[in-house]
Nanobody, 125 residues
Framework: VQLQASGGGLAQVGGSLRLSCAAS????????MGWFRQTPGKDREFVAA????????YYSDSVKGRFTISRDNAQNLAFLQMNSLKPEDTAVYYC???????????????????WGQGTQVTVSS
């Protein structure tokens, strides 16, 4: 399975960006697709995830109400719509996927076997 993340860039505080993650290869309708972010010297942090089968979504408290994760099952795509951006949202964002993620492990990076290459998001004030 290959994941390709795109859509990062520079945004102003309060602005918006939309990230996309395209999955190819041996994808599965049972995939959970997630977004994580990382800044230098810090651990990878969970942002949001969605179950392709059923569309159940999960969010970290830091982005709840500002970010929305969605999916296009037919195209094997996941999206992260980021609104009301803050400087602390600046990070490299990674998409991840796996088909065996149980609910209690959704926010754990180790639960995901497949990772994209990361896309930089910079929010300037």
């Amino acid at each position: 399975v290959q994941l390709q993340a795109s859509g990062g860039g520079l945004a102003q505080v309060g602005g918006s960006l939309r990230l996309s993650c395209a999955a190819s290869g041996r994808t599965s309708s049972r995939f959970v697709m997630g977004w994580f972010r990382q800044t230098p010297g810090k651990d990878r942090e969970f942002v949001a995830a969605i179950r392709l089968n059923g569309g159940i979504s999960y969010y970290s408290d830091s982005v709840k109400g500002r970010f929305t994760i969605s999916r296009d099952n037919a195209q094997n795509l996941a999206f992260l719509q980021m609104n009301s951006l803050k400087p602390e949202d600046t990070a490299v964002y990674y998409c991840a996927a796996d088909q065996t993620v149980i609910t209690s492990a959704t926010m754990q990076p180790d639960a995901y076997d497949y990772w994209g290459q990361g896309t930089q998001v910079t929010v300037s004030s």
